[in-house]
């Protein structure tokens, strides 16, 4: 079937780039640092759908709200708190943002190419995933460097403002997105399209950002 054909390319678009990455950017991985993320991701998305439960129930099937978005970002900061954990405990930062983004991908995205592979047609919806996994993979990898740098006790007080304001629009990410989204006109019938180019903007700002910053601290430390 050609839906198999599809699967697999985008199971690959999906994981390949962070492998690649990973073996491109980080000498030090081991197994059990990928597991320790891991099991840290997998417990914060837990107390996220127990407080998201508790504090927002039902009204996210009454359509979008301002007040829920933001709700839902500051339910989770919970995963900057857990990136932070893990950083202190002095592993790769690029490696943690890397490994938590494919933690992501493994839960919320594997499942449904599955699913869809086993339909009739081939959905446009595969590939809009496999896109996003490598936008959210260049986005935890900014989170977590700018995170590892806060957490650097020579940081330079230049850096702090812009890296602040960078770290309020990674908690903001997606409000900002749903938003845009929401509220922009689809006069085009571009449909998922423009969440992806809100998020590709979004996430290049961090990543420009993220890498002038960190060029000039850990530069410097050396």
């Keep these: 079937k050609m839906t198999l054909y599809h699967f697999v390319n985008c199971v690959a678009l999906t994981f390949v780039p962070a492998y690649i990455v990973n073996k491109a950017l980080v000498t030090d991985f081991t197994y059990q640092q990928g597991f320790s993320v891991l099991v840290a991701y997998l417990i914060s998305q837990f107390i996220k759908l127990l407080l998201e439960g508790s504090l927002i129930g039902d009204y996210q099937e009454r359509g979008f709200s301002l ?12 995963d900057f708190g857990a990136l932070w954990y893990l950083l202190s405990r002095r592993q790769n930062r690029i490696s943690v943002g890397i490994t938590w983004a494919v933690a992501e991908s493994l839960v919320t995205r594997l499942f449904p190419l599955i699913k869809d592979a086993r339909g009739e047609e081939f959905s446009f919806n595969n590939l809009h995933t496999a896109v996003d996994a490598n936008i959210n993979l260049a986005f935890y990898i900014s989170v977590s460097i700018l995170l590892s740098i806060f ?22 990410y997606h409000p900002i997105q749903n938003s845009v989204v929401h509220f922009s ?11 992806l180019f809100v998020s590709l903007v979004l996430v290049g700002f961090l990543g420009f950002v993220t890498k002038s910053i960190s060029t000039q601290t850990f530069n410097k430390a050396k």
């Design 67 to 78: 007040t829920i978005e933001l709700l839902q970002a500051v339910i989770g900061l919970l």
């Design 151 to 172: 957490m650097r006790p020579d940081i330079n007080i230049s850096v702090q403002p812009l890296a602040k304001f960078s770290l309020v629009i990674a908690a903001l």
């Design 185 to 195: 006109p689809d006069l085009v019938g571009l449909g998922s399209a423009t969440g």
